[in-house]
């Protein structure tokens, strides 16, 4: 190499050296090996040498032009891997811990108004009982006092299952069922509350879905009548709804209690708000829970949890329940 071809490779090495970035480093490539370059253009110059010179003098050229390659190609690849590395550091994400600020969730306004109810009555005293949401025609009718022919069957728009032997099988239509389950395992005195998932052939609507909510109640004991019925609505209705609400029952017609009434609740503006059926538990049904009679009574209510917690949060349709949109659910 020439003097000069030693200073342009030394200028091209400096700045190399001095490069901060990929950037930095593709506009030095163009400045000492593009078209402009100085090495570039002392190629052309080439031909003004006389011809013994020339092979030497482009040997040595191009062992310049070499060295700068190799420079560079070498800083090229450093300085990606060190970009990369950098970029990858800022974007890692610390996967073992939820950044404050974020928001967790909370229980569903129906699971919220469940757990209420199951606290209010737990204070009472009862005991929190559960069945299966497949239940066979026994237990949903039969043994609640509705034999296969009784017409108050077709009021409960029941789905079946295909399951075992035809119109065996249902999806419960009512928490009733869990009053037999709970007689048939355990001896009285009985005190139990039952939350759960019911289903009916309905088409969903602003006060009707197929699926939604019971909560039933079952106090068997000895001695039991009317009159502690009434007494266990009305506790009810102070314990969950507070101060100024009362209850009352209303004469109705179920098969599964004898005498059978409707409860309702009035709110402190003086208005009537319609909430279950209840009364007292049929001989029938006591049998069919193994419990005779002639020792033991009862009282059974039943009635459903959405509209309760649509009440509660101020909310006018059934179906926002189930849409599951963060933007309605966050509210409450
Ligand atoms: N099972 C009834 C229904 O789904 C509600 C009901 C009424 C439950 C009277 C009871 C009761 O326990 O005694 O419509």
């Not at 109810?117 to 009472?124: A, T």
């Not at 077709?154 to 389950?181: A, C, K, M, W």
């Not at 502690?228 to 209705?237: C, D, M, N, S």
Request: proline letters at 6%; a negative charge; one cysteine or more.
């Amino acid at each position: 190499m020439t003097s000069a071809h030693e200073s342009m490779v030394s200028a091209a090495i400096a700045a190399i050296g001095a490069a901060a970035s990929t950037v930095e480093l593709k506009a030095i490539h163009a400045a000492h090996l593009g078209k402009q370059a100085p090495l570039t253009k002392a190629k052309s110059e080439l031909g003004n040498l006389a011809p013994e010179d020339r092979k030497a003098a482009g040997q040595a050229l191009n062992t310049a032009r070499k060295t700068v390659e190799a420079a560079l190609a070498e800083a090229e690849q450093s300085m990606a891997r060190a970009e990369l590395d950098a970029q990858l550091a800022t974007e890692t994400m610390d996967l073992t811990e939820i950044p404050s600020g974020t928001s967790v969730g909370h229980a569903h306004i129906v699971a919220q108004a469940w757990e209420e109810l199951e606290d209010v009555f737990v204070g009472m005293g009862f005991r929190v009982a559960e069945g299966p949401e497949v239940e066979t025609d026994w237990y949903n009718f039969d043994a609640l006092n509705l034999p296969p022919e009784h017409p108050a069957r077709d009021g409960f728009d029941t789905i079946y299952v295909n399951h075992g032997e035809p119109g065996q099988t249902v999806l419960r239509t009512h928490t009733s069922p869990v009053q037999i389950r709970t007689m048939l395992d355990q001896k009285p005195p009985i005190y139990i509350v039952a939350p759960g998932r019911v289903f009916r052939r309905d088409t969903a609507d602003a006060t009707h879905m197929p699926v939604f909510h019971q909560i039933e109640g079952l106090v068997v004991d000895k001695g039991i009548g009317l009159a502690h019925l009434a007494g266990t609505i009305e506790a009810f209705t102070t314990a969950y709804f507070g101060e100024g609400f009362s209850s009352r029952l209303r004469p109705n017609h179920f098969p599964f209690t004898e005498p059978s009434a409707e409860f309702d609740i009035q709110r402190p503006d003086g208005s009537w708000l319609e909430l279950g059926g209840c009364g007292v538990v049929h001989p029938h049904v006591l049998r069919s829970g193994g419990i005779d009679p002639e020792e033991y009574s009862g009282f059974a209510f039943g009635f459903g949890i959405d509209r309760l917690a649509l009440l509660k949060f101020g909310v006018d349709d059934l179906r926002e329940l189930f849409t599951n949109d963060v933007r309605f659910l966050s509210q409450f």
